[in-house]
């Protein structure tokens, strides 16, 4: 038995999994009885479109198994057929293109060992190789959250004190350095005991594409468990590298399994809550704008990275970013200074969308300023693992004497 097996399925994205082996290949974790910590890891290709064989085939000498798929099981249903392959103590559940940081696995194994109630353990993300823009800590979806998130599109009241609220977990969540109970781990990487995993499914297939994890967390935390965020375990999520070639398929996908979540969850009647709240804010919300509850400043658009001065000089600060003008599910930045930019790898790593940013005082989350700009560079690729460590190493100025 190996002490980690990993499972990562692929679509479309066969040189971002080769980049999330290699940098799993590269973790070194304590084991059973104080040993080295053994690694499995199985890669399932889910019938991708471009032939991913090239790419996923020189794999196998790496110790990894790879299963070509014929048919398009979704996320969840992939997982499940790479899960039932391995043989370990603990599985982690993951996407293709992460970069898992040294000693990430470490963190997660070492957390799930010393507490036997903890079922699952998830890490600290980021969304670009410089480590500059944190990634949300997921909110487990709930009926209530739902509730005030779609009338904050339609009342700025609500939408102020929703916001509000939603920073301060997020906040708790980017300045943590110890481990931090959550209701829900994202689905991007997830280390789970093998033995609840298998018991649980793990993911429940009837989830097309979005929403098996959150589904998951709550049976976790259902049978007895606890969900953990482990800060000290890092790694990078280039986050829609799979979705992005199929969109339109994926935004239907998300439909379903959305719809499908709250059905389960709540039963016949609170679906139908679920859907009256939906259908208020795409009725009103467009027209009300309920989310422009403070002044938005339009920079029109931007090919390079805004330099944005920070009102009230130099002070800490918290900068949240987001395509959403709502800011319901926004990546962060926890920094200081008169004034803030996005580094090159931070501002790569964005799509060519409208962008919405602000800036809040680290003291009591006060909106100090919010922007929003057109992107015209289009997203860069991701770097791979090697292009990364290259990246990550010390210049030789910084280098140790």
């Keep these: 038995m190996f002490d980690v097996g990993c499972v990562l399925v692929n679509f479309n994205s066969g040189a971002l999994c080769v980049s999330a082996v290699k940098s799993l290949l590269a973790q070194r974790f304590a084991g059973r009885e104080g040993a080295q910590g053994t690694l499995q890891i199985v890669v399932v290709d889910n019938a991708s479109p471009e032939d991913q064989h090239a790419l996923l085939e020189p794999l196998a000498a790496l110790g990894v198994e790879v299963i070509f798929h014929d048919v398009n099981l979704g996320y969840g249903g992939g997982i499940n057929l790479g899960a039932a392959r391995l043989d370990a103590e603990y599985l982690l559940l993951a996407n293709p293109d992460i970069l898992v940081l040294p000693g990430a696995l470490d963190a997660l194994v070492r ?3 010393a507490d036997a109630r903890v079922g699952a353990a998830g890490p600290r993300g980021f969304l670009d190789a410089e480590r500059f823009i944190l990634l949300p800590p997921n909110d487990l979806p709930t009926l209530a959250l739902h509730a005030v998130e779609s009338l904050g599109r339609v009342h700025c009241g609500v939408a102020r004190r929703t916001a509000r609220r939603r920073s301060r977990r997020f906040f ?29 499914g ?10 098996e994890d959150a589904d998951l967390c709550r049976r976790i935390r259902r049978a007895g468990y606890r969900l953990v ?13 799979s979705a992005r070639s199929v969109r339109a398929e994926v935004l239907e996908k998300y439909a379903v399994s959305r719809a499908y979540y709250y059905r389960k969850h709540y039963g016949a009647a609170g679906f139908r809550l679920y859907r009256a709240f939906d259908g208020y804010a ?14 938005v400043e339009d920079l029109g658009d931007a090919a390079e990275p805004p330099l944005l001065a920070v009102p009230g000089g130099a002070r800490e600060h918290v900068v949240e970013i987001a395509t959403d003008p709502a800011f319901l599910f926004c990546g962060g930045h926890l920094g200081a200074g008169a004034s803030v930019t996005l ?7 964005l799509e060519a969308t409208r962008w919405y940013v602000r ?5 009591d989350l006060t909106i100090l300023r919010c922007v929003t700009f057109q992107k015209t560079r289009p997203r860069a690729a991701p770097p791979t693992f090697e292009e990364f460590q290259a990246l990550a190493a010390p210049s030789a100025g910084e280098a140790a004497p």
Excluded: N, T
């Design 111 to 113: 957390r799930l060992a």
């Design 172 to 200: 708790a969540a980017w300045r943590a350095r110890q481990a931090l109970d959550k209701a829900m781990v994202s689905g991007f990487a997830m280390l789970v005991r093998a033995q609840l995993a298998r018991q649980l």
């Design 202 to 211: 793990p993911f429940d297939p009837g989830f097309p594409f979005y929403f």
């Design 229 to 241: 965020l482990e800060p000290r375990a890092e790694m990078i999520h280039f986050f829609d590298q």
């Design 282 to 295: 795409a009725r009103r919300g467009p027209a009300a704008e309920g989310w422009r509850f403070c002044a």
């Design 343 to 349: 580094p090159r790898a931070a501002w790569d790593a």
């Design 359 to 363: 800036v809040l005082d680290a003291r």
